[in-house]
Every structure is written in structure tokens, then in C-alpha cells.
């Protein structure tokens, strides 16, 4: 399956950016209308999963000390939206930082 990698710098407590970033993982699943959002945190680190156009997408999210690590994991018939979904996670997730 192909990857997407996304590393986000952030300068505040990981406990604080997990709060921020919640939502912001909501709005990017829901901008590609996404449904059956499954999100099982574990401290500062999180794996969930959607469904978006018949598409089962899985991914995880690392909160450490200095960056978020976004890793999402798309099906080969849906890498025609590789970039943009790589450019909406960072968007999403840049505003919900600096909020």
C-alpha cells in the first residue's frame, strides 16, 4: 500500500497538541468524505481508520516532545489522492497548532 508521511513541528506540550489535533483529524476525514471513523488513542500516539469512496484507509499519529508524525496507509486504487490528501492532513493540522 502506498504511504503518506506528514511531520508537523510544534512547540507546545504533547498533551496539549493531542487536544488540537483531534478535531483537526476529524475535519480532514470528513473534508474527504469520509464515514466510519474509528480513532483508538493511547496517550500521545493514535491509530484510527475511515472509509472514504469505498476506500478503507488506515493510519497513525505520533505526538512527541517537537512534531506531529501522520502515517496513513491508502489502497493503490485510491493513490490518485495521495497528494492532496497529504497537503489537507498538513493544512488541518498546521491551523489546529496555531489556534
Do not use: C, Y
Not at 493514535?46 to 497513525?60: C, D, E, L, V
Amino acid at each position: 500500500m502506498p504511504k503518506i508521511n506528514v511531520a508537523i513541528a510544534h512547540q507546545l506540550p504533547p498533551q496539549d497538541v493531542v487536544e488540537k489535533v483531534k478535531p483537526a483529524l476529524e475535519k480532514t476525514v470528513s473534508d474527504f468524505q469520509g464515514h466510519d471513523f474509528q480513532i483508538d488513542w493511547s496517550g500521545t500516539s493514535a491509530k484510527f481508520q475511515f472509509k472514504s469512496m469505498a476506500f478503507t484507509i488506515t493510519g497513525a499519529m505520533q505526538i512527541d516532545e517537537k512534531q506531529v508524525s501522520v502515517e496513513l496507509d491508502l489502497p493503490f486504487a485510491a493513490m490518485m489522492f495521495k497528494e492532496k490528501a497529504k497537503k489537507a492532513i498538513e493544512k488541518n493540522i498546521t491551523r489546529a497548532l496555531e489556534a
